[in-house]
């Protein structure tokens, strides 16, 4: 039961790198090619759906990685799931601090009623995400080698 705990907990952080991977090197460089109404409009669409979403995956991952910390506490490679279990932690704190913020004003947008400064916000958000990326791949990084 416990290898399952941590073949799913590896699974669902992996997934979950991949869609933050693909957000920041594959969907937000396409959006940014679109002619500025189109690709405004698709971030913010891109902002609701995933902003409903990843908090829950999230918070989700961290809480099993926090399970196999404890029910594995005694064994080898709990201490690369405890710094991943940090570095997930610190992750969720980046998001709450930096990203969420620009995200929920700019899933309100519209090319009516965005400011005039838009893309400098879009900007942040995503150089704060590349960050973010790294943060939680080397978290995934680390569950992984907790397996062998």
Do not use: C
Not at 11 to 20: C, T, Y
Not at 28 to 56: F, K, T, W, Y
């Amino acid at each position: 039961m416990l290898n399952a705990l941590e073949v799913v907990t590896t699974v669902v952080v992996g997934v979950m790198v991949g869609v933050e991977f693909s957000v920041a090197f594959v969907i937000n460089p396409i959006l940014n090619a679109l002619p500025e109404d189109s690709g405004q409009l698709g971030h913010a669409h891109g902002g609701r759906m995933l902003g409903a979403v990843m908090p829950v995956w999230y918070i989700g991952s961290l809480v099993l990685v926090g399970i196999w910390a404890v029910t594995r506490w005694h064994h080898h490679g709990t201490g690369f799931v405890v710094t991943a279990g940090m570095l997930l932690l610190l992750s969720v704190i980046m998001s709450l601090l930096l990203l969420v913020p620009i995200n929920n004003r700019g899933k309100t947008w519209t090319p009516d009623n965005r400011p005039a400064d838009w893309k400098q916000q879009l900007n942040r958000w995503n150089r704060y995400h590349y960050v973010r990326v790294a943060v939680i791949i080397a978290a995934f990084a680390l569950l992984v080698a907790a397996l062998t």
